[in-house]
């Protein structure tokens, strides 16, 4: 009977274990560059940082291409190596290493700030790297993440013939490029690029598609250790990648279960090297959880923004970790990506040789015509145990035929724009704005949810969410004849609010009330008479966090329609398990007691 004790997941780096051991993989090139800086320095993780100035990686170019500064400001939690010093590009500026053969881990360290009178949170740049374009009118800070001050771009550029790697900064017109810090780390040449010999499986065609190694560059978007906590660079295998959390990439995180078998002992074989991924990246998971109706209704999604216009690569690391696991069929589940289904009937236990066997899955994507999402869910097969998992998710964008990686800044911060020459706005006008928004927002998401929860509270959902329904179709244009629309011109619109007079708005408790009473527990008060009673408070609070994300003030705060969708059919799983459990009194998503929030903060231990 498998041994079930709950922990909580702060505790967990203090069950893992450490690195002492050498590197499973030693590579042939490190090179590790602190630009800007005019001495050798050491890093926090202890390892060595070559001093840049006319270093001989550079010597050769336009000495008035450059200069040194020291960062006029250091937030406390940035390190001082390699984001003390920075490189102010003035004109084109190329690095040239020389390494050995084979592909290379190229990783950029960007600290955005003052340095003296140069304020690089204005620079804009391209970036090169042989015949690869990296990046293309870069901002560094605009791909600063939440709460991060630092952005580090890592790539794969593959280096053959003439064993020369060239990296060339060039600024974008009246602005200037920077550079904190350039590492360079040897890849295992069959690890990610492994040649025509291996091909893998296309998403959305179902053919398999050949790497060429000799041309093919990655961008890493994502390498998540699922289920486990971070792993930084010095505890991975010998290439210094780092590890990160998956749950801010989880949708509805709250009902799975993360996994930790510290006991099991890992066996490395059937095509995955031990330097693959760490060991800590196996012998932790995550899993749906121990209720089979509601897993066989609901899939375990993970959701990431990319780039249109290009194909990714995404590999899924796997190890079962389950010791009531002891032969074929028993842990079966099926694999979607971006509402396709990858592959079918995936039974770890067989594929990789049994408990304790680490293995991986290639999938190629093909973004070009999609969306700015994509979408990873696994979802349980009936027969043994009902349930899915994963332990690992490395992402790669591929690079379009010209050897373009370069996708658009973030659209949440926009390039600066030239001045208004029709002055500022109005106070008036720029909450007027906002508020229609929020207003016709809210009549949509109001009609959505009301017709969603009448018509299909009672339809039972398939076994299977597989992710093969249809969304939306848009239409441009208005459906209305002309000749019964009315059209105001803004002088109309003007002199009937009288210059847009704040006394005159209306329709704000529209936007206002809801969210007030979604923070105070009183949704009950504005539910229709017609359904008060016959909702779960479990579905009510759900339906009233997906109004509340819907009036967001800023639009890029708000979710998509397809966001939408996917989280008022999680809400009508709940509202149909709670039907079905009229008799139980214990809540719908139940673990000996723990409330939503205790959940996201727990995990299994699993020892063999």
Known sequence: MLTLTIFFISLLHLLLPTTTTAPVYNATDIILLDCGSPSNTTSMDGRNWYADPRSIYSSFNDPNSSFSLNASHQEPGVPKVPYLSALIIKSKFTYSFSVSPGPKFLRLYFYPEKYSTFDMTASFFNVTANSYTLLKNFSAHMHLMTNVDVSIKEFIVPVWDNEILNVTFIPS???????????????????YLRGWETRLVTVDHGRSFPFDNTVTSLETLHRLNVGGSRIVDVDDTGMYRTWSLDADYLVESNWTIPILNKSQRLQFE???????????VYITSRMMGNDASLNLKSNMTWKFSVDAGFHYLIRLHFCELLAEVTGPDQHVFDIFI????????????????GIGFPMYRDYRVDNRTQGRDLWLALHPQTGGLVDAFLNGLELFK???????????????????????????????????????????????????????????RHRKLKDSLSFTSKFFTTKTSSSLPSDICCHFSIAEIKAATQDFDDALLIGMGLAQWAPSCCQNGSLDEIVDP??????????????????????????????????????LEYTLQLQETEEENTNDSDAIITDEGSSENTVKSQYISVDS
């Open 338 to 353: 971006n509402n396709q289904t990858v592959e079918t009937n995936i039974d770890v236990f067989s594929m990789s040789g």
């Open 173 to 191: 017109r009246n602005s200037y490029a920077f550079i904190n810090g350039i590492e360079i780390v040897s890849v295992p040449s069959s690890l």
């Open 398 to 456: 591929l690079n379009q035929s010209d050897g373009n990686l370069a996708g658009p800044n973030p659209d949440s911060i926009s390039s600066p724009a030239p001045p208004d020459s029709q002055g500022p706005k109005s106070k008036v006008t720029s909450l007027i704005l906002p508020i229609i928004g929020a207003i016709l927002g809210g009549f949509a998401l109001v009609s959505l949810l009301v017709s969603f929860f009448v018509f299909q």
């Open 530 to 567: 017609y359904l008060a009673g016959q909702i779960a408070p479990v579905a009510l609070q759900k339906f009233g966090e997906i109004a509340e994300n819907c009036l967001h003030e800023r639009g890029n705060e708000r979710p998509t329609m397809r966001d939408i969708v996917r989280a």
């Open 270 to 280: 059937n095509g995955t090297p031990a330097y693959t991924a760490p060991e800590e």
